[in-house]
């Protein structure tokens, strides 16, 4: 093979490069091209979003509370007024309410049972605020892995069709498998990133309800320690 020979080879393998690489291309042609492993990444992405607007906008309505309502349940109670205060309780739907409710039926039990019950009760919030967190941690550490699979996959697909190829090696042979390989990668770790801030992006909100509720705790059991007028 002389040298015109060789550099005609390199011009037809440039124009085919540079040709591909005009073509425009769609999200969705992209994605297919990453083969069959795009479809439990793409079904990732899907419950990654769900679970977090879901859970999103459950905790900011739980942080909605009343900034006035310890001050008017300490009323109430300084009064004598208790089912005033449970009423008041039961009209509002949070997880403050509903710890304070139980500890103002557990009023009169020593202290300690009225701690713990009002414990249990805030571990419960807790526990409903967390659902589906442990899911989307999951999808940031699974999507990548998955990501990973696929560039396994396409580069074992591009070695089997240069096998195959023998001396007839081009860039049209080896490009199912790098498309492969590139685009489940990407896709991957884009899913895992966006999971990945969303998780802690939730578990940031729910710490700011625990210590909401470690402090309603402690002030509602700093009332009932005062001492009768």
Known sequence: MNILSILQIVTTEATSVSTIGTREETFLSLAMKGGW????????????????????????????????FMNRIRDYIMDGKIDSARALC????????????KGISRIGRPLNDVHAAIENVGRLEIYKLEKGLPTLASVAGGAPMIGFLG??????????????SGNNINVSVLSTGIYTALITTVAGLIVGIIAYFAYNILVAKVEKVVNTLEASTTEFMDLLNEPVK
């Open 151 to 164: 560039t396994v996959i396409g580069m074992v697909q591009s070695f089997i069709a240069m096998s195959a």
């Open 90 to 101: 039961q009209s509002s739907d949070n997880p403050v309410a509903r710890m304070i409710e």
């Open 37 to 68: 492993v795009m479809l439990p990444i793409i079904l990732l992405s899907f419950v990654a979003i769900y679970i977090f607007g879901e859970r999103y906008f459950v905790i900011k309505k739980v942080q909605k509370i009343d900034i006035n």
